[in-house]
């Protein structure tokens, strides 16, 4: 079996109303509505489009937001098991543990109408970044800061995190990096959420899966990965040695290529702008300096290895940008998954109602022994 067929390359599992992806020109829409054309929204606008199918309007929208921000605080006891969860432990097991532990005390526990599903997923976009922050100040010795319901989705997460308000730039930023992490089709982390949804398993476990499957670093992870990377080159000077000693060691380059697109992910577009508009605000990091002049080098190199160019994905300039907004490496993934957390429980939604329990098959290639 061909490599491109072992990884599902181009299979349509399933057929879905919330994101549209064309790979060859690069577009990506929610929905229907270009994810260009949705930067000047709020990531609780965008999570009621995925949701619900449709922007609210102004009275929809004050009482989503309403929901989203009386249910963004912690328990007790979710703050007591961040206290003792591995204070080196990745943020994405830390969140696992925290929604395994949240599950079993939600008022809809055993319930899997729509209705319920739906105020669970509500209840996890709104706590995802409660989580994320909490336990980042914890782990360094601070009590966490409750949510400020003044505050929209992103500067809030930026509020717990630092407890101090944002800047109005840092805010703009964060909530378009949830908004262009929201939603991306059938990617592997919301396959994996959505094959645990058409078991009929809760909501819940549905999110754990998708939350480790995008810890992959062939996945979220890259986010991880490129943040890294970008403290190991260090400086410009030192790209071109880098791409190098990646050819030689046939080493992946986190942040570059896609299984689906083959241009320009139109995400990585936007966040290259995003990072450049945070670069003039910070003369002494060269970070964006090194990210276009790594993407130069990678294309060049990589034009010269196969004669085909592979592109910055959406982890590889959001890397760059949390570098920039002092995001610690620990969180860039978790934090991608605050952003993901909507379109997961979208595509949950759209599975149960499709009602059909996805099990493809194996191609036995091993021998039967007879008796
Ligand atoms: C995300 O699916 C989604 O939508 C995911 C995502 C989302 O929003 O949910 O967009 C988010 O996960 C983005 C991808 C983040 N991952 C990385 O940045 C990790 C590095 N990238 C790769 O490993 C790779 O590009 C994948 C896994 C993302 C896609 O791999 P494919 O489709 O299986 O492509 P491939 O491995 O067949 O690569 C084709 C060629 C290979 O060369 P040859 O073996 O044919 O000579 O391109 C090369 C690869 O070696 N290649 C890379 C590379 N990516 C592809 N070489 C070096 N560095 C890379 N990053």
């Not at 989203?68 to 961040?82: C, H, K, Q, T």
């Not at 526990?109 to 914890?138: E, G, L, Q």
């Amino acid at each position: 079996m061909d490599n491109r067929k072992k990884g599902l390359e181009d299979v349509i599992a399933v057929e879905t109303k919330i994101a549209y992806i064309d790979g060859i020109k690069g577009i990506l829409a929610y929905r229907g509505i270009n994810v260009a054309d949705l930067m000047d929204y709020s990531y609780e606008e965008v999570s009621h489009l995925l949701l619900k199918g449709y922007l609210p309007d102004e009275s929809e929208l004050s009482d989503y937001i309403t929901t989203l921000r009386n249910e963004r605080e912690l328990d007790s006891g979710v703050i007591d098991i961040l206290r003792i969860c591995n204070k080196q432990a990745d943020a994405m097991d830390v969140l696992r543990t925290a929604v395994s532990y949240i599950s079993q005390y939600d008022a809809d526990y055993n319930d899997n109408s729509v209705d319920a599903n739906t105020r669970k997923a509500v209840k996890m976009i709104a706590k995802f970044p409660t989580i994320v922050a909490a336990f980042y100040r914890i782990i360094n010795g601070l009590e966490p800061v409750s949510p400020d319901s003044e505050l929209g989705h992103g500067a809030n997460f930026l509020y717990m995190l630092k407890g101090t308000r944002p800047t109005e730039l840092e805010a703009e930023i964060m909530e378009k990096d949830l908004i262009l992490s929201a939603e991306h089709g059938l990617n592997a982390s919301t396959f994996a959420s959505r094959i645990t949804a058409s078991t009929l398993s809760d909501i819940h476990s549905a999110i754990i899966s998708g939350i480790c499957t995008l810890k992959g670093p062939l996945h979220g992870g890259a986010r991880l990965g490129a943040m890294n990377m970008l403290d190991e080159i260090g400086s410009i000077d030192n790209v071109e040695n880098f791409v190098e000693e990646c050819i030689i060691a046939k080493k992946r380059i986190a942040g570059f290529g896609h299984r689906v697109y083959k241009t320009y992910d139109p995400r990585a577009r936007v966040y290259r702008n995003l990072a450049k508009e945070l670069s003039y605000e910070d003369a002494e990091n060269g970070w964006y300096e090194i990210a276009e002049r790594l993407e130069d080098v990678v294309n060049r190199e990589f034009v010269k290895k196969s004669a085909k160019i592979i592109y910055p994905n959406v982890d590889f300039y959001a890397a760059v940008a949390y570098k920039y907004l002092s995001i610690p490496a620990q969180l860039s993934t978790s934090i991608f998954a605050l952003g993901r957390v909507a379109g997961w429980t979208s595509h949950c939604l759209e599975q149960y109602e499709d009602n059909r329990l996805i099990r493809p098959r194996a191609k036995f290639i091993w021998r039967i022994y007879d008796k």
